[in-house]
């Protein structure tokens, strides 16, 4: 499906605006931690893999990385509560620098319960990277310490973000108005 096929779309952020705005996160982080610091990013799947791509490109410190694929459906957890893994890094979270890296913060279930969960792994520390935060969440515990860009609250694709497994590739963010 092409871009061109849903008349209404607005741009929200160039290619420009995100690439200097990741640069720039980039440097936050690395400013964060002390330089023997040995950080470990987790990206949730599938969305946050184009902006993890170029973060990792602008950080300073020595990096680990692996990726997180939770469960949709049920906001994604168990009955217990907790969060359903369909695929979780085989590594040990414990005493690490752990940075989670997702698209877009819209509810925050998911990074609530996603964190919960990590943080009784006892890392060193625990922190949460997103390109796009809307700003609508309620009950949001886990607040990400990095933000690349407030967002409108409406549907947006492009740069990782997809509409039914579409638009992952444009490299802009443009918010679908239909
Ligand atoms: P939350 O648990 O409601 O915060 O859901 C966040 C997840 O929903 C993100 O990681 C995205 O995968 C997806 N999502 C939320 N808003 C949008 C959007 O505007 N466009 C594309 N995906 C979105
Ligand atoms: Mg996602």
Known sequence: MSIESHSFQKMIYSAEDIAKRVVSIGTEITNAYPSDADLLLLGLLKGSFVFMSDLIRSLERPIQLDFMVVASYHSGMTSSGEVQFLYKPAISIKGRHVIVVDDIVDSGATLNQL??????????????????????????????????????????????????????????IVSLLN
């Not at 922190?127 to 609508?136: G, P, S």
Request: aromatic fraction near 12%.
């Open 115 to 172: 964190c919960k969960s990590l943080a009784a792994k006892e890392p060193a520390s625990l922190e949460v990277c997103v390109l796009l935060h809307k700003h609508v969440a309620v009950d949001l515990e886990w607040e990400p310490r990095w933000v690349g860009f407030g967002a409108p609250n409406e549907f947006l694709v492009g740069y990782g973000l997809d509409h039914a497994e579409n638009f992952r590739n444009l490299p802009f």
